[in-house]
């Protein structure tokens, strides 16, 4: 699912009507945001509404996307775990992480799959760097990675490496819904119970892991910026 687009690409989407950004001021359960989305993208669908990007953090629990494998499912019992029909396999929500759920209308941004996740991990990247953290991508893995020079190698002498954001998306009718999941500073004990997104050889981080004293404002105001740069002009604030 990733791809190397030529740098023209993200400038495609400029023109695109600016999506309306709202933030949740407490910890939204699954079940709500799901249903949520589900009522904007109808919204979007029948033009009664437009694009949105929506800030939430979750109370504990796991999620199963439509790759998911049972026994990559750990602990069971530790969270709620919903199953859920965006792509990728077991991943963790809760508190100290950002999750952005973007409702954006792939039918006027172009209807290329491989390329919107690119845009998403940019997305991330560039918030990063804000930061003066280097976010990557890896072949074959959705997602965000950093580098670990403060730990040992891996065994086959390549560095070691753990993921900082997640991806996970799924389209209505070319509505796109779900999003991504930027570690800042949530419990990173909490990934015990799974195996992240199927890769059990590498960890996880977060900003704060990384050693950065960051708030949540402060990647709010990044990822609103950033999203400028990948996805076009942003709306007046509210």
Not at 28 to 41: I, L, N, Q, S
Not at 93 to 112: I, S, T
Not at 151 to 158: K, V
Not at 209 to 221: A, I, K, N, Q, S
Request: aromatic fraction near 8%.
């Amino acid at each position: 699912m990733t791809v190397d687009l030529p740098p023209t690409a993200a400038a495609a989407s400029a023109t695109a009507p600016a999506p309306e950004w709202l933030r949740a001021d407490a910890p939204v359960a699954y079940p709500d945001a799901v249903a949520a989305m589900e009522a904007r993208v109808a919204d979007i669908l029948a033009g009664r509404a437009p694009e949105q990007v929506w800030l939430v953090e979750h109370p504990p629990l796991y999620t199963a996307g439509t790759s998911a494998r049972p026994g990559d499912l750990r602990a069971p019992d530790r969270f709620p775990v919903y199953e859920t029909r965006r792509g990728g396999e077991y991943t963790y929500h809760g508190p100290g992480q950002r999750v952005a759920y973007v409702m954006l209308d792939l039918n006027r941004r172009g209807r290329d799959v491989r390329r919107f996740v690119w845009l998403l991990e940019e997305w991330v990247i560039r918030t990063l760097a804000r930061f003066n953290v280097t976010g990557e991508r890896r072949a074959g893995r959705v997602g965000v990675w950093v580098v670990r020079p403060d730990r040992p190698p891996n065994p086959d002498g390549t560095p070691a490496e753990d993921k900082i954001a997640a991806i996970g998306v799924r389209l209505r009718r070319w509505v796109s819904y779900h999003g991504i999941a930027l570690n800042v500073e949530p419990d990173l004990g909490h990934y015990d119970g799974i195996v992240p997104c199927g890769i059990a050889e590498h960890g996880v981080t977060s900003l704060v892991d990384l050693g950065l004293p960051v708030t949540m404002d402060d990647v709010d105001l990044a990822l609103r910026a950033s999203f400028a740069e990948v996805f076009g002009a942003l709306p007046a604030s509210g």
